[in-house]
């Protein structure tokens, strides 16, 4: 009655079954876990009717046909099958990533191993059916591939660039590209090189970078991307006192910006200048456009720390009450040097002058002058 | 060949034929200042020098293929190359590089020279339009900033240093009679130097494609004797005069105070409790600004130099007139009899349909409701005629 390939696709709808009624009763259930376990409940549901009603498709007559193998090939993908199925049901008491692996997993052996079945059943030559199975999958396999292994090296060197420091890093990166370059360089000048010896370097590699990866992993983010996560530093923007280390560290570091600067200040011996890009000498006023980001590099060169503060006008916070818009940069450091981006809508004709100033140090201002 | 035969000779006529325009305000041949002219006596010799390369390139390719053509005749034998040949070929074309290279990187250098620049002009793109800023300074009077749009007037043989930068995209800035083009990109500030010998209007076009009015985003540079700029500038820094009561143009303030003002700022205008009217661009106009329209009488054009304010005769007395008498031309404005009023008026009452705008308010999602240019505001014709004379007080 019941034929194997009945029996199997009944345990999987079972555990589908079972797996779907434990995702919804233990698992704090999404949408999408409940569609995917729900469409593999339904799809195997459908598949074992078929078989059922088939008795497998005729079994005892295709293996009397002269055009098939009498037995199969050994075939890994039963194998991935029931580790991608034990992975779902791990899946989905634990996270989400090993469900989702489950099912890429599960899926990868139901189409593998339902072409290479099929494929077996081509003719009685093997090399021809293999040949014919290649033919269809190679051209999904190797892209598939190709892409896994480039997100495993992206994936294992970010976590390496994350856990070692700044200096470390960009040591590191030069390293591993002349490494690269010298290995292809090798490759290049030396064709006869030995399959062998070039498939060492590749695994050894390979398997250094994973193993890297995960010992990177393993220590974690260096402490200033843990400290600059917990600040939230990116939503830091009080012109009072300094609460963060990491403040907008890395706009001064964009090159963008640095090309798009409309004037610096700088603050020497107590007294503030400005010099607008191209305009030589210095200036006690700025001008600049409306409505358009204005790019302001602050300069402390005086002892001491100073920030800059830019007066904007007033902000509406409610009916009949506004108050001062003020941005500013952090404290810095003399000779240090920091970016101010801001923008002007209204014309200095709207109301009391827009100007950048140094708090605590009384009269020492650049008028911003918005026509 | 006889099929060929109208395609070439009307390719070639209508070539010849553009050859001899005479009315081409763009015409990157002609340069009318020190800068223009920089690259003028560059690209003439390497066009020169170009031409004749290629005309040599053209007849050794003909000859070949004519002279050797397939007749039928046997293979003939192979050789891999001829060394002297192919060094010679190879040095030659180096060497010509090399002096062309020399010149065009002194040219460069010398068109980005500022370091005596006299004037500083800060030039904003925005679709589709320019904005002029003019910081203060007083070696030239300007005592507070100025701000126009459309027309860039400049004094003669003053060393012009024009900071551009773009509110939405990138566009490009080129008037081919005063100097190359440079774009003028968000976020950044690049330099572009304009000197004109001769007072006279000099147009232009932007040159980096910016979206759907593109081709409709020109630009004009008006030079003026230092005299005429003088007065230009007093002109611009004048205090604004509200119509008279009882007149038709007093009507039309109230208009624009009620219809305009939510984007376009007119200087010195005030409500009726005295309180300065401040336009609100950012809050209406995806890119923040439009126009500023005081002293909007004072400039021949609108609508980002799109339409003339003046009438085709007018326009042409000024464009046409001799440099000693274009100042005192172009200075008098636009007077009521000069007025474009057909476009003035086409643009007043639907101006999304004389110039491709966004402007469909049903269309505005993904700008959170914000226009790119003119929205057509459902203006009632006597709302027109009074809007129309009170833009004619703005002088």
């Known amino acids: ?36 376990l729900i469409g593999l409940l339904a799809a195997t549901s459908l598949l074992t009717g078929i078989t059922l009603f088939t008795r497998d498709g005729h079994t005892a007559e295709d293996q009397t046909s002269a055009a098939t193998l009498d037995t199969p090939t050994p075939s890994m993908w039963p194998l991935v099958g029931a580790a991608g199925f034990s992975l779902l049901l791990v899946g989905t008491i634990t996270t989400p990533i090993v469900f989702i692996f489950g099912i890429v997993a599960m899926l990868a052996a139901l189409v593998e191993w339902t072409v290479q079945a099929w494929s077996e059943r081509s003719s009685g030559d093997g090399a021809y059916n293999a040949q014919i199975r290649q033919r269809i999958m190679n051209p999904i396999e190797y892209p598939i591939l190709a892409a896994v292994g480039i997100a495993v090296i992206i994936f294992s060197f970010s976590r390496v660039m994350l856990a070692i420091n700044k200096d470390a890093g960009a040591l590191t990166f030069i390293l591993a590209a002349s490494a690269i370059s010298l290995v292809g360089l090798l490759i290049s000048v030396r064709p006869q090189l030995k399959k062998s010896i070039v498939l060492t370097i590749a695994v050894v590699a390979a398997v250094g970078l994973v193993g890297a990866g995960i010992a990177g992993m393993g220590v974690g983010m260096r402490e200033e991307l843990v400290v600059a996560g917990q600040e939230d530093h990116y939503a830091h923007k009080e012109c009072g006192a300094e609460k963060s280390e990491h403040f907008d560290k890395g706009v001064s570091e964009t090159i963008s910006a640095k090309s798009g600067a409309d004037a610096t200040i700088e603050l020497i011996d107590g007294k503030l200048t400005a010099h607008a890009q191209g305009i030589e000498g210095l200036q006690d006023s700025i001008t600049v456009a409306r409505s358009n980001p204005v790019n302001i590099i602050f300069r402390n060169k005086d002892a001491g720390e100073f920030r800059l503060a830019a007066y904007l006008g007033k902000t509406k916070v409610a009916d009949g009450v506004s108050e001062d818009l003020i941005t500013c940069t952090q404290l810095l450091p003399q000779g240090a040097e920091q970016w101010l981006t801001f923008s002007i809508a209204k014309p200095s004709v709207s109301g009391e002058p827009y100007t950048l100033s140094i708090p605590g140090l009384a009269g020492q201002s650049v008028e911003v002058v918005v026509p | ?65 004519i002279k050797f053509r397939d007749r039928g005749q046997p293979i003939p034998k192979q050789s891999h190359g001829n060394p002297a040949l192919e060094i010679t070929l190879t040095i030659i074309p180096a060497l010509i590089l090399a002096i062309v290279g020399v010149f065009t990187f002194r040219t460069v250098f010398d068109l980005n020279k500022t370091s005596d620049t006299q004037m500083i002009i800060n030039v904003t793109g925005q679709q589709w339009w320019w904005e002029y800023d003019y910081p203060a300074n007083n070696e030239y009077g300007i005592t507070q900033p100025i701000i126009t749009s459309g027309q860039l007037v400049i004094p003669v043989g ?93 009507e039309g303030e109230t208009v624009f105070l009620n219809q305009c003002t939510r984007c376009h700022q007119v200087n010195g205008l005030t409500r009726a409790d005295g309180t300065p009217v401040i336009a609100a661009p950012d809050e209406n106009v995806w890119s923040g600004a439009v126009p500023n329209l005081s002293h909007l009488m004072s400039r021949n054009t609108f609508a980002g130099a799109m339409f003339n304010l003046l009438t085709p005769e007018c326009r042409t007395d000024v464009w046409k007139s001799e440099s000693a008498s274009f100042g005192a031309k172009y200075l008098a404005g636009v007077s009521e009899p000069c007025l474009n009023q057909t476009d003035l008026r086409g643009w007043l009452r639907n101006a999304p349909a004389m110039k491709p705008m966004y402007a469909n308010p049903t269309q505005l999602a993904a700008t959170n409701g914000k226009y790119r240019g003119m929205p057509n505001l459902g203006l009632s014709e006597a709302d027109i005629e009074k809007l129309v004379a009170y833009l004619l007080t703005l002088k």
């Open chain 2, 158 to 250: 003053t060393k012009v240093m024009l900071r551009e930068t773009s509110r939405d995209v990138i566009h490009s800035y080129w008037i081919p009679a005063l100097n190359g083009k440079r774009d003028a990109v968000p976020g950044r500030i690049t330099i572009n130097r304009i000197e004109a010998d001769k007072p006279g209007i000099y147009a232009g076009q932007c040159t980096e494609f910016c979206g759907l009015s593109h081709a409709n985003m020109r630009m004009e540079a008006v030079a003026l004797s230092k005299e005429d700029f003088a007065k230009w500038v007093a002109n611009q820094l004048k205090p604004y005069v509200a119509p008279a009561d009882g007149t038709l143009a007093k």
């Open chain 2, 1 to 65: 060949m006889r099929r060929l035969k109208p395609f070439i000779l009307g390719t070639s006529g209508t070539l010849f034929l553009a050859s001899c325009a005479t009315n081409a305000p763009q015409d990157t041949w002609k340069p009318k200042g020190p800068n223009a002219q920089k690259i003028d006596s560059l690209q003439k010799p390497v066009f020169a020098v170009a031409g004749i390369v290629g005309l040599i390139v053209a007849t050794a390719v003909t000859y070949s293929v």
């Open chain 1, 1 to 36: 009655m019941f034929t194997p390939g009945s029996k199997y696709l009944i345990a999987i709808t079972g555990l589908s079954a079972v797996s779907f009624a434990m995702y919804m009763l233990l698992v704090h259930p999404s949408a999408l876990g409940a569609v995917a």
